[in-house]
């Protein structure tokens, strides 16, 4: 299915999915999220606990500079994925789970991030993996999402990256609610 997404530095994240049954807003504002849409558990959600933070994450991996600033502890390590050698930084927050962020030590570029989110039976992973990377005015940005959670795996194949576009801060406020 068609999707937009609107970031802004340094932590802003919109994602409009044009679903059969209706357009799906998922928005990061910097502090708060929600989740407006036919697919969603009621036509507005706010995001709290593991479902915030797992947009606050997205939008911080967007940018870097916010990605460094988003955890208050960092533990490093290596490990390989595919035989390829990554290093491993694991950023920690009170009160939440670590978050493993594996960067390919030839390019430097983020390559996946693993993230859980506690439940009443236990933690449930999240993983992103990213591919094909491209110049996009100067910059390593990937063209290819693969993500990973116990109920689905969908991969999110982006046809243009357009930086340095002025977005209204209105994408970045809370939806409307989506009609049922």
């Not at 708060?32 to 797992?54: F, I, V, Y």
């Not at 990605?67 to 050698?85: H, Y």
């Not at 939806?175 to 049922?180: F, I, L, Q, S």
């Amino acid at each position: 299915v068609p999707v937009e997404i609107y970031g802004k530095a340094p932590n802003q994240r919109t994602w409009i999915i044009h679903m059969p049954e209706g357009d799906s807003k998922r928005v990061f504002d910097g502090k708060q999220g929600w989740w407006a849409g036919a697919d969603g558990p009621a036509p507005l959600e706010t995001l709290t606990s593991g479902n915030l933070d797992r947009y606050r994450l997205e939008a911080a991996v967007a940018f870097p500079l916010a990605l460094k600033q988003a955890f208050n502890q960092w533990k490093v390590g290596r490990e390989a994925i595919d035989d390829v050698p990554v290093q491993v930084l694991q950023g920690m927050n009170p009160g939440l789970l670590p978050v493993n962020l594996y960067f390919d030590t030839k390019s430097g570029l983020l390559v996946r991030w693993v993230r859980w989110n506690e439940t009443p039976v236990g933690p449930v992973p999240t993983e992103i993996n990213y591919e094909d990377y491209r110049d996009v005015a100067g910059v390593k940005m990937p063209f290819s999402w693969t993500v990973s959670q116990t109920y689905m795996q969908m991969t999110i194949k982006l046809a243009e990256i357009k930086p340095n576009v002025a977005v209204s801060a209105s994408m970045f406020a809370q939806p409307a609610p989506a009609h049922r």
